[in-house]
């Protein structure tokens, strides 16, 4: 039974940073991609990030690239979100979630390609 479970959200600044953390177990994840997404109050939930575990490629939202980065450890099955820079419409909650179907950007920015999800961590960013 895979398990996610997110921490290190939090209230910050804008212009802040935070480290969200996923710890990931239940199985071997060589073969999952592992992402973020993020739902603010009444909006969809969207995809932030996302890494492959055995290959390390990563991927971006437009609306992140170049202030978050993705990272992974793979000795304590941790997978982690930097978040710098962060603005107010950063707020939301965010969710790790694992995948061994999709490959490449397109499916793995998409919601229905994920099997497994933590039950989130909120991040509030004041103005």
């Known amino acids: 039974q895979v398990q996610l479970v997110e921490s290190g959200g939090g209230l910050v600044q804008a212009g802040g940073s935070l480290r969200l953390s996923c710890a990931a177990s239940g199985r071997t994840f060589n073969d999952y991609a592992m992402a973020w997404f993020r739902q603010a109050p009444g909006k969809e939930r969207e995809f932030v990030a996302a890494?492959?575990?055995?290959?390390?490629?990563?991927y971006y939202a437009d609306s992140v690239s170049g202030r978050c980065t993705i990272s992974k450890d793979n000795a304590k099955n941790m997978v982690y979100l930097q978040m710098n820079s962060l603005k107010p419409e950063d707020t939301a909650v965010y969710y790790c979630?694992?995948?061994?179907?999709?490959?490449?950007?397109?499916?793995?920015?998409?919601?229905?390609?994920?099997?497994?999800w933590g039950q989130g961590t909120q991040v509030t960013v004041s103005s």
């Open positions: 979630a694992a995948t061994n179907r999709g490959s490449g950007y397109y499916r793995l920015s998409m919601e229905r390609e994920y099997d497994y």
């Open positions: 890494i492959r575990w055995r290959t390390g490629i990563t």
